[in-house]
C-alpha cells in the first residue's frame, strides 16, 4: 500500500493505492479524497479481477456538504455468472446524464430530472433525428398525436399523412422521394386533387374530382340541371352563339357580361336544380354584384331591407326569393297566396321613390325567385327592396288530415206488432213494416265514420186454410204470414208460412207455423243515419170463413198471424273531426343579392346561346 499526504492551513488531501492479490481474485483501489472545512470530495476507482472468469471496474464521484452528499459513477463489468451465463454491462449513476458534442455545444441525448431530488421526474430528450434501421414495436402506447404541421410518411415519402395548421388532415400520394419535383394527389376535407410539377412553375393545380352536368340554353329561359346534387351547384357560364360587338356603340368600350338567377331546388324532382341565365352587353364603365344574404322566416306579411350608400349607380338588379302559404283552418286545404317585390330608391337626402315591381302567383310550398331592375340617373342611391305577401283567390289541397276520434254508446225504444184478422169479414190482406232505430245519432261538430248495431227480433207467424164463403162452390182460401227481418248485410231475410188449398179446413188448429228469436247485428258505415237497412216488416192473408154459416161474425175465420218483439236495441257510433290548424300565414323571405351597373349601360341579348356548366357535390 502506497499513501501520499499533503497538508497546509487550507487544505487536507490524501492519495491512498491498495494493491492486493490471492490466488482466485486480484483488486487494485484508488482513492482520491480532498477536505476543506465541512466540505468532502474523493474520486474512488476500483478495478477487480475474480478467477479468470469476471472483471469489474468502478469510478465513483462523490461530495459532501454539510451533511449532504451527490454521487455519480459508471461501472464496468463483463464476466461469467455462477449459472455459467456470460454477461457484459455498463452502468451509469448521475442526476443528469448527457452524450455531448466536442465542443459541449450540443447534447444529442440527454437524461435529465425535471423533478426534484426527492420526487425525481426523469425524461429522455433527443436534440437529433432518429434513425430505425430495424423493426419498431410499441407496445405500451396509449395515446398520441401529430401536432398541426407534422406529418407521417411511408416508403420513401411516396406517402404522407400529415396536419396542416389549420388542423385539417391530409394525405398526399406520390412518388418515391416526396413531392418535391413529383406529381402527386392530395385528399383533403371530402375533396381529391391533383398536382403536376412543371420545371418553370413548379407545381400546377391540375385537376379536382367533381360532379359535372353541362349544357346550353337561351338567355332569360329556366334551366333544370339533372339530378343528383347534393346541395347547391356552382355555375359557370360561358357564350356559345352570342353577339358580342354592337355597331350602335362604337365610341364605347363594350364587354359581355354572363349572370344567372338564384340556384333553387326543383320543385318536382329530388336533387335537381333550376336556374336562369342572363346574357348582356355592358358599355362603358362596368359594375359589381352585392351578396346580402337576408331571411326572414315568420307570420309577418311584408318585409323590407335597405342598403344606403351605393355610389356612382346607374342600374340596379335586386334578386330576391319568396315562399308563402297559410292554412284555410279547415281540413288539409290551403289559401293561395301571392308575392309582390316591390324595389325603391333614393339619391342621398332625397324621397323614396318606386323603383318597379314584379308578382308571383304562390299554389303550393314551393321558393320562386322574384327580380326586379331599375335604369337610374348616374349617382350616389339608398336602395330597399320590399316583400309583401297577400291571399288570392281559390284553394289547395296538400298532405292528409290528421284527426280526433271518439265514440258513443246508443239505445233504442223496444216495440212490438201483432198483426191478426179482427172478428167480421176483413175481405184484403194486412202488412205493417217498421225500421229499428237507434234515434238522431249525430255528434255536433264531429263526423260519423260507422255505426254498429245489435238487436233481438221475436217473432211468430201462422198460416191456415178457410173457405171463401161461397157456400155452393165450397172454395178454399189459403193462409199465409210472412215477416222480413234486417240480415245484418243491409239488405233482410224473409222468413214465410202457407197453407195450400188442398189441406183440410181445421178451425181450431193453425196448419203453419214459425217462432224464432235471433239477433241481428250490422255495421253501418254508408247511410249512418241511426235506422238499420231494411225495416223489419211484417204480411198476413185476409180473412176467410167457416163453411157451417155465413150469417154471424163468429163465422169469419183468420187465415194468419204475425207477431214480432224488437228489444236489446243497442248501438256504437264512432266519431272523427279534423284535428285544428292554425290560420296564421307562414312566410319566408330572402334578399339573396343585388348587382349594380356602376356609370354603365347594358343591352339586353335575350336571344344568345349560353354554355353551362354545373359543378358540385
Keep these: 500500500?502506497?499513501?501520499?499526504?499533503?497538508?497546509?492551513?487550507?487544505?487536507?488531501?490524501?492519495?491512498?493505492?491498495?494493491?492486493?492479490?490471492?490466488?482466485?481474485?486480484a483488486t487494485q483501489l484508488t482513492n482520491l479524497t480532498s477536505t476543506v472545512g465541512q466540505n468532502t470530495t474523493s474520486i474512488t476507482t476500483q478495478q477487480t479481477v475474480t478467477d479468470g472468469l469476471k472483471a469489474e471496474y468502478t469510478l465513483k464521484v462523490r461530495q459532501e456538504s454539510n451533511g449532504q452528499i451527490t454521487v455519480a459513477g459508471i461501472g464496468v463489468a463483463s464476466g461469467q455468472a455462477d449459472d455459467g451465463e456470460t454477461f457484459s454491462e455498463i452502468a451509469f449513476a448521475a442526476e443528469n446524464f448527457f452524450f455531448t458534442t466536442p465542443n459541449g455545444l450540443v447534447h444529442p441525448m440527454s437524461i435529465i430530472n425535471i423533478g426534484t431530488e426527492s420526487n425525481p421526474d426523469y425524461k429522455i430528450m433527443l436534440d437529433a433525428d432518429v434513425m430505425i434501421n430495424g423493426q419498431l414495436s410499441i407496445s405500451q402506447l396509449q395515446s398520441g398525436e401529430l401536432q398541426n404541421g407534422t406529418a407521417l410518411t411511408v416508403g420513401q415519402g411516396s406517402i404522407e399523412m400529415s396536419t396542416a395548421s389549420d388542423g385539417y388532415g391530409q394525405i398526399i400520394i406520390t412518388g418515391a422521394g416526396g413531392i418535391a419535383t413529383n406529381d402527386y394527389l392530395v385528399i383533403k376535407e371530402g375533396r381529391i386533387e391533383s398536382f403536376v410539377y412543371t420545371t418553370s412553375a413548379g407545381h400546377v393545380r391540375y385537376k379536382e374530382v367533381r360532379r359535372n352536368e353541362s349544357g346550353s340554353a337561351t338567355s332569360g329561359q329556366q334551366v333544370t340541371i339533372p339530378a343528383y346534387f347534393k346541395s347547391q351547384?356552382?355555375?359557370?357560364?360561358?357564350?356559345?352563339?352570342?353577339?358580342?360587338?354592337?355597331?350602335?356603340?362604337?365610341?364605347?368600350?363594350?364587354?359581355?357580361?354572363?349572370?344567372?338567377?338564384?340556384?333553387?331546388?326543383h320543385p318536382d324532382i329530388e336533387g335537381a336544380w333550376v336556374f336562369t341565365p342572363y346574357c348582356r352587353l355592358v358599355l362603358a364603365d362596368g359594375g359589381k354584384t352585392e351578396t346580402h344574404g337576408l331571411t326572414y322566416v315568420g307570420g309577418n306579411n311584408s318585409q323590407r331591407w335597405e342598403v344606403t350608400g351605393v355610389k356612382s349607380l346607374k342600374k340596379v338588379t335586386v334578386n330576391n326569393r319568396a315562399a308563402s302559404r297559410r292554412h284555410t283552418g279547415s281540413g288539409n286545404s290551403y289559401q293561395n297566396r301571392k308575392v309582390t317585390l316591390a324595389l325603391e330608391y333614393r339619391p342621398v337626402g332625397g324621397s323614396w321613390t318606386s323603383g318597379g315591381s314584379t308578382s308571383v302567383n304562390i299554389s303550393q310550398f314551393n321558393t320562386h325567385g322574384l327580380q326586379v331592375s331599375k335604369s337610374l340617373s348616374q349617382g350616389t342611391y339608398d336602395i330597399a327592396v320590399v316583400l309583401t305577401a297577400q291571399d288570392r283567390s281559390g284553394t289547395f289541397t296538400s298532405g292528409v288530415l290528421q284527426y280526433d276520434y271518439t265514440q258513443a254508446n246508443k239505445a233504442g225504444s223496444n216495440w212490438s206488432k201483432v198483426l191478426e184478422s179482427p172478428p167480421g169479414k176483413w175481405e184484403y190482406h194486412q202488412d205493417y213494416s217498421q225500421s229499428i232505430t237507434i234515434g238522431n245519432p249525430a255528434l255536433s261538430g264531429w263526423e260519423i265514420t260507422r255505426i254498429d248495431y245489435s238487436a233481438r227480433v221475436q217473432f211468430t207467424i201462422k198460416a191456415r186454410t178457410t173457405y171463401d164463403g161461397n157456400w155452393i162452390m165450397n172454395g178454399k182460401v189459403p193462409g199465409e204470414a210472412y215477416i222480413e227481418v234486417p240480415n245484418g248485410s243491409g239488405g233482410v231475410t224473409k222468413y214465410r208460412v202457407y197453407s195450400n188449398t188442398d189441406e183440410p179446413v181445421d178451425y181450431n188448429n193453425w196448419r203453419a207455423e214459425d217462432s224464432r228469436d235471433i239477433v241481428v247485428n250490422w255495421s253501418d258505415s254508408t247511410y249512418k243515419d241511426g235506422a238499420i237497412r231494411g225495416p223489419v216488416k211484417l204480411f198476413i192473408s185476409?180473412?176467410?170463413?167457416?163453411?157451417?154459416?155465413?150469417?154471424?161474425?163468429q163465422n169469419y175465420l183468420p187465415t194468419a198471424y204475425a207477431s214480432v218483439t224488437v228489444s236489446n236495441i243497442t248501438a256504437t257510433v264512432y266519431y272523427r273531426k279534423a284535428k285544428g290548424q292554425s290560420s296564421s300565414a307562414s312566410n319566408t323571405f330572402y334578399w339573396d343579392s343585388s348587382s349594380y351597373d356602376l356609370g354603365a349601360t347594358d343591352i339586353s341579348l335575350t336571344n344568345s346561346i349560353i354554355h353551362w356548366t354545373a359543378t358540385g357535390e
Design 542 to 553: 185476409k180473412t176467410g170463413y167457416t163453411y157451417s154459416s155465413m150469417t154471424s161474425s
Design 233 to 265: 351547384p356552382v355555375i359557370h357560364l360561358a357564350p356559345r352563339d352570342i353577339s358580342i360587338y354592337n355597331a350602335s356603340y362604337p365610341s364605347q368600350s363594350q364587354r359581355l357580361e354572363l349572370e344567372h338567377s338564384p340556384v333553387l331546388p
Design 1 to 25: 500500500m502506497t499513501t501520499l499526504e499533503n497538508s497546509d492551513v487550507e487544505q487536507n488531501s490524501k492519495i491512498t493505492t491498495l494493491e492486493q492479490a490471492t490466488a482466485t481474485q
